[in-house]
């Protein structure tokens, strides 16, 4: 196999969101395990709606994700290549000037419909003569242009769909330029990936209809079509479409939320595939694991929940200079590594150390219950003396259960309660040498 060419062409008109980069991660995989590269195109010929903030704002999503890009460009610095196609296509006669209104086409739609017929545009701006164009245009019509399919099949192996076959006689002539002679996304992608010597075509699965016209726009400019390959799109874990909430979904929001990249990569590489949904080592693990034959044909569910799990099984093997910065960021206090040590296995996401810094360094309010009281009191009293340390509250749990007849839940639960103020926390032996004597002893006296 030829070494891939890939690429991931977002349109800088918002952040992006779990959706838009998984395409993304499974570009990267797929490059990177075959030792290829990776191209980021910004797709800005949509120059009211594109921003330089959006743009950096995407960069810096897939930098904090690690995925690196070998070469990126803007569609907007290249409207003379898109000029000279469309000039090349128009001169084969693949691209013809239409002159009807959105109203007109709206209607055509409707009758072709009330007919039975499928709304495939008819063609009729075909039938100009330069005479009937010249008075449109004196009316002040401006054209648009749409590209002549074949009207036969498109067929190609889509790598994750296997054979496809578009019958394009059942698809309207797509429009590449519209009135004001600004560029639909069509024209410019097949120019770049030409330009570009792109081998795999990799993204979402709305797409493959536009791969009917692409394929024989490809051809049309004289350049054979990449491959293919067009994945299933996300669903919730409600099994319905994400599209209402993709806003919190963004990859700025599950930053800001905590969330690490490699827990969002992990989940995103392996729902919807034949892999277990699990924490990866890196990156690398992923692209080397990667294949277009593992992507099944169903939606790939993104459960939230999920990515929870995944994320707490990767914090729970991260050492403090890990996340050293980033935890004294959150709270001066929280930069301890004993801290980080003990309170790790009870974090999904990093910020929950908050939930703990109270209870190591600060002043909690004890829980004691009032059946307990006689039994705090002796526990008070039977604190060993001296440091605490790892044995103490080993020993300190034995003698009291031989002392007052308690055991298990009975035992633990209101020394944990009167110590930490919560019924549920990190492993008690190693919170009790955390919170230190002086403290323990304030919270046993109520
Ligand atoms: N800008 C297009 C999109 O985001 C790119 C599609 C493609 O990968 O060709 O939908």
């Known amino acids: 196999m030829t070494t891939p060419i890939v690429r991931f062409a977002p349109s800088p008109t918002g952040r992006l969101h779990v959706g838009n980069v998984r395409t993304a991660l499974i570009n990267w995989l797929f490059a990177n395990g075959a030792g290829g590269q990776f191209v980021l195109r910004i797709d800005d010929t949509d120059t009211e ?6 743009e950096q704002g995407i960069k810096d999503d897939l930098t904090w994700l690690g995925l690196t890009w070998d070469d990126t460009f803007n569609q907007s610095k290249r409207f003379e290549k898109y000029d000279a196609a469309a000039a090349s296509l128009k001169e084969k006669g693949l691209l013809y000037a239409c002159y009807e209104t959105a109203d007109e086409l709206d209607r055509k739609r409707k009758i072709a419909l009330s007919r039975g017929r499928p709304p495939v545009y008819d063609r009729a701006a075909l039938n100009l003569t330069d005479d009937e164009k010249a008075a449109l245009e004196a009316e002040g019509r401006k054209p648009h242009w749409r590209f002549k399919l074949s009207g036969g099949r498109c067929e190609w192996t889509d790598l994750v769909r ?11 002539d797509p429009i590449l330029i519209r009135e004001d002679g600004s560029y639909l996304y069509t024209l410019p992608s097949v120019v770049d990936d030409i330009d570009y010597d792109i081998t795999h075509v990799v993204r979402g699965e709305d797409h493959v209809t536009n791969s009917g016209a692409q394929i024989e726009i490809f051809q049309a400019l004289g350049g054979a079509a990449p491959n293919m390959a067009h994945t299933p799109l996300l669903i919730g874990a409600d099994g319905q479409g994400l599209s209402k909430r993709l806003g919190s979904l963004s990859i700025a929001q599950l930053a800001e939320d905590g969330f690490e990249p490699l827990a969002i990569a992990s989940l995103l590489a392996r729902i919807g595939t034949s892999e277990n949904v699990e924490a990866a080592d890196g990156l690398d693990q992923l692209a080397r694991a990667f294949g277009f034959d593992k992507i099944g044909r169903a939606p790939a569910r993104f459960d939230e929940a999920e990515l929870k799990s995944v994320n707490a099984s990767i914090l729970h093997g991260l050492q403090f200079e890990d996340v050293k910065d980033r935890l004294s960021a959150i709270d001066p206090r929280a930069a301890n590594e004993a801290f980080w040590m003990v309170v790790r296995e009870n ?79 990190p492993d008690m032996a190693s919170m009790l040498k955390l919170i230190g004597r002086e403290k323990a002893v304030k919270r046993l006296a109520g």
């Open 49 to 54: 709606r594109s921003t330089e903030v959006y």
């Open 347 to 425: 974090c999904s996401v990093l910020p929950d150390v908050r939930e703990f810094l109270e209870v190591a360094f600060g002043e909690i309010t004890p829980e004691i219950d009032d059946e307990d009281r006689d039994f705090i009191s002796a526990a008070a009293a039977s604190l060993p003396d001296g440091d605490i340390t790892d044995e103490t509250w080993g020993t300190w749990t034995s003698a009291l259960k031989a002392d007052t007849g308690r055991k298990g839940r009975g035992l633990f639960m209101p020394l944990r309660k009167a110590l930490t103020g919560m019924a549920h926390g």
């Open 162 to 172: 296997g054979d496809q076959s578009i019958d394009t006689s059942s698809i309207s």
